[in-house]
T-cell receptor
Framework: AQSVTQLGSHVSVSEGALVLLRCNYSSSVPPYLFWYVQYPNQGLQLLLKYTSAATLVKGINGFEAEFKKSETSFHLTKPSAHMSDAAEYFCAVSFGAQKLVFGQGTRLTINP | GAVVSQHPSWVICKSGTSVKIECRSLDFQATTMFWYRQFPKQSLMLMATSNEGSKATYEQGVEKDKFLINHASLTLSTLTVTSAHPEDSSFYIC?????????????FGQGTRLTVV
């Protein structure tokens, strides 16, 4: 069965610093991978997705992620953090039309 | 992107009553909808997969008689929490996929915060 592990339940960075949120997946076949962002008391918004095309995926709000099959990773990065990036981030995996399986989530805090 | 509307955004009900939450796909046909539950500071836990015109598929440990799911049309799925108790208080989120276009993305509703008193 597929699974997702997000390393670090809480990440804190300074405004303007690099953001790196880690995600590793477990799968015997190439999966689809997603990063979602959730603001308090709201649903999830898709940041970006990997669906077997380019391994470096660019998303909204300056985020990007790189699919590394050899490392079974799909880490999310942003070169320069902004205060508005403070939120909960979820990595998720699915196979085609099957259900999404979410990681535990990482709370990103931005320090002024 | 496609829009999924969830209603209500919050509800408070008395213990023992039932609450219905609606999830609508506004600009696409959602052959499959998913219902999640999220406890504070935790991830989303899939409760059930709802397919239009057929019975929902529930995840292990989810009481299908307590959490009634109906997907009567391609744009509407409902979740009814029957005989609600305080432990049912949670954040419920629906999502929908437009599988007709082969889109792999799931679109999420705004969520419903249920408080049972």
């Amino acid at each position: 069965a597929q699974s997702v592990t997000q390393l670090g339940s809480h990440v804190s960075v300074s405004e303007g610093a690099l953001v790196l949120l880690r995600c590793n997946y477990s799968s015997s076949v190439p999966p689809y991978l997603f990063w979602y962002v959730q603001y308090p008391n709201q649903g999830l918004q898709l940041l970006l997705k990997y669906t077997s095309a380019a391994t470096l995926v660019k998303g909204i709000n300056g985020f990007e992620a790189e699919f590394k099959k050899s490392e079974t990773s799909f880490h999310l990065t942003k070169p320069s953090a902004h205060m508005s990036d403070a939120a909960e981030y979820f990595c998720a995996v699915s196979f085609g039309a099957q259900k999404l399986v979410f990681g535990q989530g990482t709370r990103l805090t931005i320090n002024p | 992107g496609a829009v999924v509307s969830q209603h209500p955004s919050w509800v408070i009900c008395k213990s023992g009553t039932s609450v219905k939450i609606e999830c609508r796909s506004l600009d696409f046909q959602a052959t499959t909808m998913f219902w999640y539950r999220q406890f504070p500071k935790q991830s989303l836990m899939l409760m059930a997969t709802s397919n239009e015109g057929s019975k929902a598929t529930y995840e292990q440990g989810v009481e299908k008689d307590k959490f009634l799911i109906n997907h009567a049309s391609l744009t509407l799925s409902t979740l009814t929490v029957t005989s609600a108790h305080p432990e049912d208080s949670s954040f419920y989120i629906c999502s929908a996929r437009d599988l007709g276009t082969g889109n792999t993305e799931a679109f999420f509703g705004q969520g419903t915060r249920l408080t049972v008193v």
